[in-house]
């Protein structure tokens, strides 16, 4: 009895120190690309440490995951309740994981696929109904998005 319980202690202990995002979660029973797939919502969007979130009004975003490429496809609707006149109201491209798995890559395409804007994000989060993104703009500012989609 007392083996198991040291073996049990012992895969606690490197579990949790094998935590690969900063803010969980520990363990999960989806794959990363599972858990990126999905409609996802700004719940919160932090740019300079200013609360940003109301210029993102009735925003999603889609993600299918392709497993051969580590990444997939994305849609991002700027206003998927037709509240206003958008002239972009749809932007799409490509998303892949890097290396370090904890980092995130979108690359947006515009103008028919004739100009596209790569941006990098750090992973902080990446739960099945959690995204948290982080990255830098203009060399010092912070961009944080906290996404969330419903589980059902």
């Given amino acids: 009895m007392n083996k198991w319980i040291l073996i049990a202690l012992l895969a606690l202990a490197v579990f949790a120190g094998c935590k690969k995002y900063d ?31 109301a210029h993102y009004p009735y925003q999603q ?40 798995r904890d980092s995130f890559q979108m690359i947006t395409y515009k103008n028919q696929f004739k100009d596209s804007v790569i941006t990098k994000w750090r992973i902080k989060r990446l739960a099945y109904t959690d995204f948290w993104l982080e990255r830098t703009v203009k060399d010092t500012t912070t961009l944080k998005w906290q996404l ?5």
């Fill in 23 to 53: 803010e969980g979660p520990y363990m999960s029973l989806y794959s990363k690309g599972m858990r990126v797939s999905g409609t996802w919502y700004f719940q919160s969007v932090i740019y300079g440490g200013k609360d940003s979130t």
């Fill in 148 to 152: 969330y989609k419903y589980a059902y």
């Fill in 61 to 100: 975003m889609n993600f299918i995951y392709i497993k051969k490429s580590e990444g997939g496809a994305f849609t991002w609707n700027h206003n998927r309740m037709a509240t206003s006149a958008d002239e972009n109201p749809l932007e799409g491209g490509r998303w892949q994981f890097f290396s370090d």
